[in-house]
């Protein structure tokens, strides 16, 4: 039997699903570098890959004072 239980998130932007090459948040899906917080998202972030994230590329980050920061990289390959 299947069970539903009601969301309360109350959060504005929501991580709805995600595969390789794509992320949708709420009804959107994107395929390029993204910062997503609850109530904040930046789109077109400039880092396309893990080597190009600065000091200064980590500024949009700060003033959201994450409890957790979690960065995407893709695909590993050896």
Do not use: C
């Amino acid at each position: 039997m299947t069970s539903f239980s009601l969301d309360n998130n109350q959060a504005k932007y929501q991580i709805r699903a995600f595969k390789p090459g794509y992320i949708q948040v709420n009804d959107m899906i994107y395929h390029q570098s993204l910062i997503i917080s609850a109530q904040q998202l930046v789109e077109n972030w400039t880092p396309t890959q893990a080597s190009e994230i600065t000091r200064e590329t980590l500024a949009f980050v700060i003033p959201l004072q994450p409890s957790i920061l979690l960065i995407g990289t893709g695909k590993r390959r050896n």
